[in-house]
């Protein structure tokens, strides 16, 4: 479980105030894969930053009654001077998961040959994204926070990524980004939807589509 308690985050750009959450309550549905929707700037790569407290609020709390993920795909957690194993197995020791375990699925799944051995400073952005989706899956959460991570990799790493991402989450719950409607469809059973600093909850995902596009097109019509 994951609830927002009279949660409240803003940002100034160019002396304009972009309000991601206005005084939020809301409680994220226990093994649910949810979608967080929104028109682009809204704050839900924001939202999620928060969730996965890596960022904090201006004002309120956020409840978890389980463990929770990293955003699945972020790579700006790793240490530029230390190989992919040595980061996976530091992970490993973080999270208290068998060391060996996890840097064998990560090397078998990341498919980074030699460069699992490398230091992350040699890594192309997407070596970084491969390695750090793999360590992700490699973990078993309660709650997974997603940002576009089915984007990592070619077609092949993709159609594995996703089928390993639904195994995953078929046991555990999800919160979801993603401009892919397709995707959004394929991994999510509801969603919300932030607007204006507020959410609005749909039990049905076709109903929080069709609310996000009729606030993106309403947008582009003002």
Known sequence: ?????????????????????????????PRESIALLGRNGAGKSTLLSMIAGTMLPDYGEIVTNGTVSWPVGFKGSFHRELTGLQNTRFIARIYG????????????????????????????????????FAVSMGIHFDTYL???????????????????????????GAIVVSHSMATIRRLCTSGVVLEGGKL??????????????NNVGASVND
């Open 97 to 132: 998961v068998d060391t060996d375990g996890l840097s064998q699925f990560v090397e078998d799944f990341a498919e980074l040959g030699a460069h699992y051995h490398m230091p992350i400073r040699t890594y192309s952005s997407g070596m970084k994204s491969r390695l750090s």
């Open 146 to 172: 997603v940002d576009e991570v089915t984007s990592v990799g070619d077609a092949a790493f993709k159609v594995k990524s996703s089928n390993v991402f639904l195994h995953r989450i078929g046991n555990s």
């Open 200 to 213: 609005t909850y749909f039990d049905d995902i076709n109903d929080a589509i069709r609310q996000h596009e």
């Open 1 to 29: 479980m994951i609830q927002l308690v009279n949660l409240s985050k803003k940002f100034w750009l160019d002396g304009v105030p972009t309000v991601v959450a206005d005084n939020l309550n809301f409680t994220f549905p």
